[in-house]
Antibody, heavy 120, light 106 residues
Framework: EVQLVQSGAEVKKPGESLKISCKGS????????IGWVRQMPGKGLEWMGI????????RYSPSFQGQVTISADKSISTAYLQWSSLKASDTAMYYC?????????????WGKGTTVTVSS | DIQMTQSPSSLSASVGDRVTITCRAS??????LNWYQQKPGIAPKLLIY???SLQSGVPSRFSGSGSGTDFTLTISSLQPEDFATYYC????????FGQGTKVEIK
């Protein structure tokens, strides 16, 4: 079964760092782009960026460039999303998703999401 | 950036109704348009990709059409499990989503 398993919920204070993970299984992890999507409480979906684990080619939405870092460790089929200094406005659900096609960039497999709460 | 605008933002419908949701792009995106369904507390699910291709396992009552700037998602006969929020997403350039359309029970 193709699946993405995300790390558990996090509660952090403003200014702290954080790295959440997304582990792929059931397919060739290095052959598909993996993306991250933010959903703030009660709001819509926002595409953050993607990484190609095969060569770590990474692309960001301009809205998130410089705010987060996307990385991957292909040896353990895991992608990451990290923050160096969290803000309250980073409170959201974060989904990872496989991009099933290199041209249409549709997201065909999703993780269950990781809730990040940033509060003093 | 390409802006995606969905209409309506919400709608009320009954089981068995035909439902149409519209998505408009701020510039031509050919057929680089995908549709997702999201239920509360659950990750989105891909329904339609490349404007009109049905994702494997998705019921045939869902269909998509359009090209250029105007697209539609149609549910031919609304079922109880279809009450959810629907999002379009363009992938012509840096991907972006529409604001969502919530389909509620009438």
């Amino acid at each position: 079964e193709v699946q993405l398993v995300q790390s558990g919920a996090e509660v952090k204070k403003p200014g702290e760092s954080l790295k959440i993970s997304c582990k792929g299984s059931g397919y060739s992890f290095t052959s598909y782009w993996i993306g991250w999507v933010r959903q703030m409480p009660g709001k819509g979906l926002e595409w953050m960026g993607i990484i190609y684990p095969g060569d770590s080619d990474t692309r960001y939405s301009p809205s998130f460039q410089g705010q987060v870092t996307i990385s991957a460790d292909k040896s353990i089929s895991t992608a990451y999303l990290q923050w160096s200094s969290l803000k309250a406005s980073d409170t959201a659900m974060y989904y990872c998703a496989r991009h099933g096609d290199p041209y249409y960039y549709y997201m065909d497999v999703w993780g269950k999401g990781t809730t990040v709460t940033v509060s003093s | 950036d390409i802006q995606m605008t969905q209409s309506p933002s919400s709608l009320s419908a009954s089981v068995g109704d035909r439902v149409t949701i519209t998505c408009r792009a701020s510039q031509s995106i050919s057929t680089y348009l995908n549709w997702y369904q999201q239920k509360p507390g659950i990750a989105p699910k891909l329904l339609i990709y490349a404007a009109s291709s049905l994702q494997s396992g998705v019921p045939s009552r869902f269909s998509g059409s359009g090209s250029g700037t105007d697209f539609t998602l149609t549910i031919s006969s609304l079922q109880p499990e279809d009450f959810a929020t629907y999002y379009c997403q363009q992938s012509y350039s840096t991907p972006s989503f529409g604001q969502g359309t919530k389909v509620e029970i009438k």
